[in-house]
């Protein structure tokens, strides 16, 4: 929670027993907005480790792609209340976008960049694209 404060939802310790079974140090950099290498030398120092240096870490400044468009989008849900409650969305998501036909687009809106459902999606076939509009609202793009 110090790292972030998005992670202050995991006070939760249901959203806590489900999230740390899927997430990965990787994925937790993204979602709390902070580098790698930070993440992982707070938690090595958390435990009396020195730190590490990580190689590899990339930005990225993707442009939206032309199918993330406001007129392709079939399905909207705006998960941020859902997730304040502790209610995780990830079983409505693939749910539902897995019911779509192709080339559909689902809108998934949340207050972080909801990286292990986007690396799940991306294994099951599933274009997506994420971009944050503001502080707290990331609008992420699922394509069929």
Request: glycine share 4%; with cysteine; charged share 30%.
């Amino acid at each position: 929670i110090q790292i972030a404060p998005v992670f202050e939802k995991l006070k939760n310790p249901v959203l806590r027993k489900t999230i740390t079974k899927v997430t990965t140090l990787k994925q937790a950099s993204v979602v709390g907005r902070v580098s790698l290498s930070i993440l992982v030398n707070e938690l090595r120092s958390a435990v009396g480790q020195g730190n590490t240096e990580l190689g590899g870490e990339k930005s990225s400044s993707l442009r939206r792609p032309e199918w993330a468009a406001v007129k392709n989008i079939k399905l909207e849900y705006d998960a941020r209340e859902d997730l304040e409650s502790g209610v995780h969305p990830v079983n409505k998501v693939v749910k539902e976008s897995s019911e779509m036909r192709e080339n559909d687009v689902y809108l998934l809106i949340t207050p972080f960049t909801p990286a292990p459902l986007i690396d799940m999606l991306v294994s099951k076939g599933f274009e997506v694209y994420s971009e944050e509009e503001f502080p707290a609202k990331v609008c992420t793009y699922i394509k069929r």
